[in-house]
């Protein structure tokens, strides 16, 4: 069955979908259809918001000005030092299981 469009619809340019002619974002694919609302990125043409600082296909910064942020991350542990703070004895899991409720057999 092939679909009619009418004249108050479009076709999405990136999943050919027929949706509403005032629509802004595709509801079939999720991506920004409305020219006034979306750009392309020009780092990896991706349809983002006209007043998008970065990119959240490519994480690329768009105005210069700052760089994307980066997680917080107080510290990382090597294999070794994990192993040395985190160490359970039988005693430490068994509590752990008794505070979420999980009774031996």
């Excluded at 679909?3 to 629509?23: G, L, Y």
């Excluded at 780092?43 to 490519?58: L, N, P, Q």
């Excluded at 005693?91 to 999980?102: C, L, P, S």
């Amino acid at each position: 069955m092939v679909k009619q469009m009418s004249e108050s619809q479009k076709s999405c340019p990136h999943c050919a979908e027929i949706v509403a002619d005032e629509a802004i974002l595709c509801r079939f694919c999720d991506r920004g259809i409305s020219k006034e609302h979306y750009k392309n990125c020009p780092f990896c043409a991706e349809m983002i918001w006209t007043d998008a600082v970065f990119c959240r296909y490519c994480r690329s910064t768009l105005n210069g000005k700052s760089a994307w942020p980066q997680p917080s991350r107080k510290r990382l542990f090597t294999l070794d030092e994990a192993a040395t703070l985190f160490k359970l004895d039988d005693a430490a899991i068994d509590k752990i299981f008794e505070k979420i409720g999980v009774k031996k057999k």
